[in-house]
């Protein structure tokens, strides 16, 4: 089991940048896959970016692609979201979250473990 941590969330205005960071404890962090995933109110819960265990194989959602950048740091057991030019639109709660799989998915339901979230808010 891991357990996840995020932090880095906050105000920002449109065209700035905030970077996010998801400390994990536990079992060893680079056996899995991370994602990102952020919900707005009213919404469902979207997959943002997802890296490999090994940092090789990263995906993103069309709507962040050129402006979001996900690492991982394996050493210091955490992974990061890098924003850059957010819009209004990117206002949610993000989470961390990490899967056992092998491949990257998009899809929430392959991950098994959750952070409880951290506020991004951006003004226009």
């Known amino acids: 089991q891991v357990q996840l941590v995020e932090s880095g969330g906050g105000l920002v205005q449109a065209g700035g940048s905030l970077r996010l960071s998801c400390a994990a404890s536990g079992r060893s962090f680079s056996l899995y896959v991370m994602g990102w995933f952020r919900q707005a109110p009213g919404k469902e819960r979207d997959f943002v970016a997802a890296i490999s265990r090994s940092g090789g194989d990263i995906s993103y959602a069309d709507s962040v692609k050129g402006r979001f950048a996900i690492s991982r740091d394996n050493a210091k057991n955490t992974v990061y979201l890098q924003m850059n030019s957010l819009k209004p639109e990117d206002t949610a709660v993000y989470y961390c979250?990490?899967?056992?799989?092998?491949?990257?998915?998009?899809?929430?339901?392959?991950?098994?473990?959750w952070g409880q979230g951290t506020q991004v808010t951006v003004s226009s």
């Open positions: 979250a990490a899967s056992p799989r092998i491949a990257v998915y998009t899809s929430s339901g392959q991950y098994n473990y």
